[in-house]
């Protein structure tokens, strides 16, 4: 871990941490009054942000890493490279000076991908205020972590994944209504 200064960033990495501010905005945190906003850089530069969602339930609200990360796999592009998180306290007594660390759940996440991309991914963990940024990788994070080459699936997802797409194509063949309706 490296303490960093907004300043000392590349661009691109500013960006990348105004982009996961810029979607704290978007938390719906009416219960912790915490306020979490995040974005993911992927391998072809793609960039996808999430925040906070929170419930009456408690335990089934989201952090806005796996909306981050949801997002880019939705869009197929799930080969994450980078991640920062900005979070803030927005309710009294407010608070935007202390860095957000991702969340063990979260650390796992981020290991997952990261290991299908094989890379050690980057993270900025950051306060509200971006006085305070800390630069860390995942294996730094999350140590001897459990992943998909312990079952031996690192290599064999491209090969699933090409089967997936084969299988939808083959649905679509079949279901000429389907075909029409996403032609709409
Ligand atoms: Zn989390």
Wanted: with cysteine.
């Amino acid at each position: 871990m490296e303490r960093r200064t907004f300043g000392e960033l590349a661009t691109p990495n500013q960006r990348l941490i105004k982009i996961a501010r810029a979607a704290v905005m978007n938390a719906y945190a009416p219960y912790s009054g915490f306020a979490v906003g995040a974005a993911v850089r992927t391998r072809t530069g793609g960039i996808y942000s999430g925040a906070n969602l929170e419930n009456a339930a408690y335990g089934v609200g989201m952090c806005a890493e796996v909306g981050a990360i949801t997002a880019a796999n939705s869009a197929g592009d799930y080969e994450i490279t980078t991640i920062a998180v900005v979070g803030l306290k927005f309710t009294s007594p407010k608070d935007a000076t202390r860095v957000v660390t991702p969340c063990g759940r979260c650390r796992q996440l981020i290991f997952e991908a990261g290991e299908i991309t094989r890379a050690d991914v980057t993270i900025f963990s950051c306060s509200g205020d971006l006085a305070e940024i800390r630069q860390s990788t995942i294996s730094e994070m999350l140590p001897e972590a459990f992943g998909p080459a312990n079952l031996g699936l690192r290599e064999i997802w491209p090969t699933l994944r090409a089967e997936l797409a084969r299988s939808v194509q083959d649905l679509e063949a079949v279901d000429a209504d389907v075909s029409i309706a996403l032609e709409r």
